[in-house]
């Protein structure tokens, strides 16, 4: 009887136990997400997005024709979409001829071919004979992608990214920016250059290792790193971003080619690895011109 009793005591404390459990993992996760009530979006503009478990790379449904695939949601995609032999055969494009493909700083990547998607739709905004490419996945690194989606299909819109929540979410509504919490969210203006076929590519002005610094944001670059060019080889560097400071390590040392003129070196390559492991929530405003970064 003693035993019996034992038994149903320990059954209830583990069953509270799991209830106690659940009860702050779904407390935490909704307050995780207040970012879409404060930035004010509705149910109908979030998303799912995608995030591989090694992979950082965050991708989104794109219909082509009327074939659905995920493609990167990539900010250092230049010029648009492009799709990858991962689906190759797969979805109905017309060839028009060859392409060269190039690094988000403007230097040689590779050939390809030139293509016409008959249409696109990206949630819900339809596109009809969109120029692309279409490249073996190899030229991109060790992980296969079915191809990239840039900030060209954004323009004039707000566009969140949850990294630890996995959600996107679009709005064509500009932000009312007095009702964010300034020790909450950092407001980062985006750098506005001349920039031809580049302007969409997201720079802005931080601290890198205490010295103004332009820092690159690429979500569609799974490694982050510091310029091969300053001197520093440590793979730890303090980051100031407005108020708030960040300790990013393991970055490695690489070559960021751009060579356009900025107010300040471009010392720091933000990309997915960092946002994931970090829980960053960022939104990118291409109506006012913002970053901004939240943390959760």
Known sequence: MKSKVFSIGVTIIVIITIIVVFGFYFKGNS?????????????????????????????????????????????????????????????????TGKSTELNADGTYRGNGTSIL??????????????????????MYGFFKINGTIGLEYFKNKVVTLDYKNKKIAISDKPIDYSKLQNDKYTLLPLESLNMCNDKDLLFFQGEVNGKKSTIYLDTGSNRSFINLEDNNKATTVEVKLGD?????????????????????????????????????????????????IYQN
């Not at 009530?37 to 995608?50: A, G």
């Not at 995030?51 to 659905?68: A, Q, R, T, W, Y």
């Not at 490695?252 to 960053?280: M, Q, T, V, W």
Request: charged share 30%.
């Open 31 to 95: 307050e995780s997400l207040n970012w879409i009530k404060d930035l004010n979006y509705e149910e109908n503009q979030v998303h799912d997005m995608s995030i591989g478990f090694l992979n950082p790379c965050p991708s989104i449904p794109v219909m082509i024709g009327d074939k659905e695939m995920k493609l990167e949601f990539d900010t250092g995609n230049a010029e648009g979409i492009f799709i990858t032999t991962a689906i190759k055969g797969k979805v109905d494009y017309d060839i």
């Open 117 to 138: 998607l008959k249409s696109v739709n990206v949630f819900g905004e339809k596109y009809s004979n969109v120029k692309s490419s279409l490249t073996d996945w190899r």
């Open 244 to 292: 708030k400071k960040y300790k990013f390590k393991n970055l490695k040392h690489d070559k960021i080619g751009f060579k356009y003129k900025f107010e300040y070196p471009l010392r720091l390559a933000i990309n997915s690895d960092l946002l994931k492991c970090n829980h960053f929530v960022i939104t990118i405003d291409k109506i006012q011109n913002n970053l901004i």
